[in-house]
């Protein structure tokens, strides 16, 4: 019965891919809320960490217990949540730049804090929406297609079968898209993924470019 099943039971016997990677991702991007200036938090310090610890635990409850449908509509609700406090916290800083409000280890600390939840954010979605998501890649007894082609997808199909892509391949996506601009090894093959890796990369030169080097050059 819908909402009964094991997610053992929903992937046909399949080992489903660990959830854990993409779970300590949100909390980290709620714990680096904590690093933020008062001025560029959206709410109190508390606000975030709360927020997603109260959107975690249902989704895995819904998880654990076959909710599929549950547990994607919480995965993106938190995860939408997470990247609007990190673009409200952002545009914040670019605003108060022309009128010198913070210091320098400020401006480097808020930027470096930002810069990691540019990786951490962008790699969730991409987690979470590549080929329909982890609960849909656990349907399938390997990852044939979707908006990134990893290096595995080339390999001979004897040797790829079993092969899907897990939290650590989205996260490598992200943190080259963040410091190369580029995707590097993995070619981007959908629309709407090269849309988001170039909002991704137009963080990335906001906070690395504009507001790291503005705070080095005031040193």
């Known amino acids: 019965m819908p909402g009964t099943d094991s997610p053992e039971h929903a992937t046909g016997g399949r080992t489903a891919e660990p959830r854990w990677p993409g779970i300590l991702a949100i909390l980290a991007l709620g714990g680096l809320h904590f690093l933020l200036p008062e001025p560029l938090r959206l709410g109190p310090d508390w606000l975030m ?7 975690l635990a ?3 409850v819904a998880h654990r217990t076959g909710r599929m449908a549950l547990n994607h509509f919480l995965g993106h609700m938190v995860l939408a949540i997470v990247t609007f406090s990190m673009v409200w916290s952002l545009t914040l800083l670019i605003r108060r730049l022309p009128e ?8 480097l600390r808020t930027a470096s804090a930002l810069w990691v939840a ?8 991409y987690w979470r929406l590549d080929a329909g998501g982890p609960n849909a890649r656990d349907l399938r007894d390997s990852h044939s297609e979707g908006a990134f082609l990893f290096p595995q997808m080339l390999l001979p199909a004897k040797q790829s079968r079993g092969w899907r892509p897990g939290f650590v391949d989205y996260l490598f996506l992200a943190f080259n898209s963040s410091t190369a601009f580029s995707p590097t090894d993995v070619p981007v093959l959908s629309r709407w993924a090269k849309v988001m890796m170039i909002v991704q990369a137009s963080i990335s030169l906001a906070t690395v470019v504009l507001i790291a080097a503005r705070a080095v050059n005031i040193l």
């Open 49 to 55: 960490i709360a927020v997603v610890t109260v959107l």
């Open 58 to 60: 249902p989704a895995i």
């Open 100 to 107: 010198h409000l913070d210091t320098p280890l400020t401006l």
């Open 118 to 125: 540019n990786i951490l954010v962008f790699a969730s979605w």
